[in-house]
């Protein structure tokens, strides 16, 4: 059943609510995760929380209370579900107060939790690979952060939705930097090369995880970001997140990538992942 914590409340998912005044409603000032969960395992669960928490950092926003850590928060709720292959998202926020740009001291943040079934892509897809288009990078300059202020990646993704794409690639002074819910890797010249992690992009758990295999594959690869005209004659295209995984792209702006086929540096990698979230979550 899919449910929701909300500040040491767990309800299921339609019954829980939170404060008008809270602030990531007025000024999106708040982070988030989101986690998979393979065969009631949660998947590199201490990376994202890794990342939440130099975010927070960042953003000096505290720690939330949890009686027995955020860790045990997480793992509870997945198993109340019942639902072995899930997508738990967290989200913190600074929390309540009367809108003022400026916070009061000593705020009491807010978290959520809330743990559902996953929807997986259709495995058509992975195996025949998605469209994309591309899109100046409208966003703001701390891409790092996993903050809750997306409303330009909502803008961009409904963009290429309506465009029959499953992605929008983002550029910056030519460069392509990540795409709007994922990272972005191409093979050029043989080489796999992907955006290095900078305040340009969200260093994805994902990304990383692709980088370790790449590795052990014995790939040639480099984190160097690569241009519009590099990646308009890339023999391969791909993205990767959480709930995206390792996903080809066969088709850029209308013009086939490579051969218009997933391509065989692509498959190991998107073969590789799934073999590495296997032996990681098995029994
Ligand atoms: C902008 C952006 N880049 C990359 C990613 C991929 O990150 P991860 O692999 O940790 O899911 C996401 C995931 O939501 C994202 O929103």
């Known amino acids: 059943m899919p449910l929701a914590y909300v500040n040491g409340t767990i309800t299921p998912i339609e019954r829980a609510t939170v404060n008008v005044e809270d602030r990531c409603l007025q000024f999106a000032d708040g982070l988030y995760e989101v986690i998979r969960a393979y065969g009631g395992r949660l998947f590199r669960l201490g990376p994202h929380l890794d990342r939440m928490r130099q975010g927070m950092a960042a953003l000096d926003l505290p720690e939330p209370r949890t009686p027995a850590g955020l860790e045990a928060l997480l793992e509870e709720l997945r198993e109340r579900s019942g639902e072995p292959d899930g997508q738990l998202y967290v989200q913190l926020t600074r929390g309540t107060a009367p809108r003022s740009h400026v916070p009061p001291p000593d705020m009491e943040p807010t978290l959520i939790v809330t743990y559902r079934a996953a929807a997986p892509v259709p495995e058509e ?46 550029h910056r002074d030519g460069l392509v930097t990540e795409a709007t819910s994922s990272n972005v890797f191409a093979v050029i010249d043989g080489v796999l090369r992907t955006s290095p992690r900078s305040e340009r992009i969200l260093s994805g758990v994902t990304r990383a995880a692709v980088l370790e295999v790449a590795e052990r594959l014995g790939l040639p690869r480099r984190e160097e970001a690569f241009s519009l005209e590099e990646v308009s004659r890339a023999e391969e295209l791909f993205v990767t997140g959480t709930m995206t995984e390792v996903m080809p792209v066969v088709v850029l702006d209308g013009r086939p990538v490579g051969d218009g086929r997933p391509g065989p540096i692509t498959r190991r990698l998107q073969e590789a992942y799934r073999d590495l979230v296997r032996s990681e979550t098995a029994g």
């Open 125 to 170: 897809r992975y195996r025949e690979g998605a469209r994309a288009i591309t899109h100046a990078d409208v966003r703001w300059q701390w891409c790092h952060l996993k903050t809750t202020a997306l409303v330009a990646n909502v803008a961009l993704r409904t963009l290429a939705h309506r465009a029959g794409a499953y992605e929008c690639l983002l």
